[in-house]
DNA sequence: AAGTGGTCTAGACCACAGA
DNA sequence: CTGTGGTCTAGACCACTTA
């Protein structure tokens, strides 16, 4: 493996943010000084600077510097938070979610249409009303966008109720479900990573070179009719996934 | 959102891929055609080509081409493979792209250390003996490299016993933590996504810029011992997570 | 031997941040 | 206003694959 001279800086850089010598949120030796410092080109230093921004050990604010990434991860734990007896509580299914900041919703929308192919076939739905009430929420942390979530309902459902208004109430839309004899009990959920397009980085606000999260929920109830699928896109660099299983 | 000569290549290019037109497996336009084509500098149309690597979309392979990457993800399902009596399994949203293909092992390698920190931390080990046994293994599909394992047992409980060679017999490691009587019941699996640092890419042979799943199993008897670490760094592009919980 | 991606130098212009 | 990262052109050499 060859061991251009940008590797070789980024191994120097790399070596100094790892020993601590760089704290999180410091500021990095720029292009020029880089420049100056190895005899190489703008582009070697870039390239270099680079490298580190795609393992994730920094980021690039344009016109100010490149800087050593803080990592304020959230613990997101998936068993806990929904099974029951914890959520009979009242509260936000995310107030168990956070570990210290805070999750706000930072925009929300919500709308009736018809439902795209994935999301009939994992709700089940055929025949006439094939709509389903789509609830979009996007998740802020401090101001840094961190989630996207996409929750899918069969509109012949909750059509009409509370969960097809903005605010869903205490317990939010579960405990509604519960309300309509419809309480979900059983989750299966998909989990893929990959680089995000365009859009979805831009909707994160993410730095190019960090990956994302994404999870399909299918959420059941007792009797097994799926009655809620929830598509979430996480900020890979911001989340800890927990899930607890066996017995 | 500037529209950067590179950025409207890369454009081009996605659309003819996500088209059809440029079918998986397929050779993408090369840097000396791109330049022939849009009349940009060879550095343009490379820029071009690695915004596409960078969204999974394509890989080089140096020496011959840029290619349509091709999407054969391998489903796990942690819960069912792992826990007593199961749910019936559902379909995959992704069932389009999952592909059932044996999982095989490329390199084992068994070994006695010290534990790691944070190792002996999970296995709670203290005292005289915090050695711990390694089990180090890399699984391959197709000839290609998806998964690196390191699972970390204390070696006082296994040292001497099957578990400690190569080959662990039928049922594998759990079955013989079984007969010890320590059978693992409960797990935690702590999971998330990053960029692999240059030794993993090359251990996955992954192209760069194509993220890493890192789990962490914790794996605990009926009365809450742990007994197993298991350390897992998967190829995100080629893997889709399973999780159910709930009742 | 020809073609490919990978990387480097050298020099240029831009948009933006911050004092 | 100065310094920053972002991107481009133009030209060069290398290691590798493929035929």
Redesign the pocket.
């Known amino acids: 493996m060859?061991e251009?001279?940008?590797?070789q800086i980024a191994d120097d850089l790399r070596a100094r943010i790892k020993s601590g010598d760089l704290a999180p949120g410091t500021r990095?030796p720029?292009?020029?000084?880089l420049v100056r410092q190895y005899?190489?080109?703008?582009?070697?230093a870039?390239?270099a600077?680079?490298l580190l921004i795609a393992e994730g050990l920094a980021s690039?604010?344009?016109?100010?510097?490149?800087y050593v990434r803080e990592f304020k991860l959230i613990r997101r734990s998936a068993t806990e938070r929904l099974s029951r007896g914890r959520r009979a509580s009242g509260g936000s299914v995310w107030a168990a979610d956070v570990e210290e900041r805070p999750l706000e919703v930072d925009a929300l929308d919500v709308r009736e249409a018809p439902a795209p192919e994935w999301v009939a076939e994992a709700l089940d739905l055929s025949g006439d009303d094939t709509s389903v009430l789509v609830r979009s929420r996007r998740y802020v942390v401090d101001g840094e966008p961190v989630q996207l979530a996409d929750s899918y309902l069969p509109a012949a459902l909750v059509r009409g109720t509370r969960v097809a208004e903005p605010d869903t109430g205490p317990g939010g839309t579960y405990a509604r479900l519960a309300e309509l004899g419809a309480e979900p009990v059983d989750f299966t959920e998909e989990l893929r990573a990959r680089m995000p397009d365009r859009d979805e980085a831009e909707a994160l606000s993410q730095p190019p070179g960090t990956p994302v999260i994404e999870i399909l929920r299918v959420a059941l109830t007792a009797d097994g009719r799926p009655v809620e699928v929830n598509r979430m896109l996480l900020d890979a660099g911001s989340y800890v996934l927990d899930y607890r299983f066996g017995g």
């Open positions: 060859a251009t001279p940008a590797r990095l720029g292009e020029p000084a005899g190489v080109a703008k582009q070697t870039a390239n600077l680079k690039a604010r344009p016109g100010s510097g490149t």
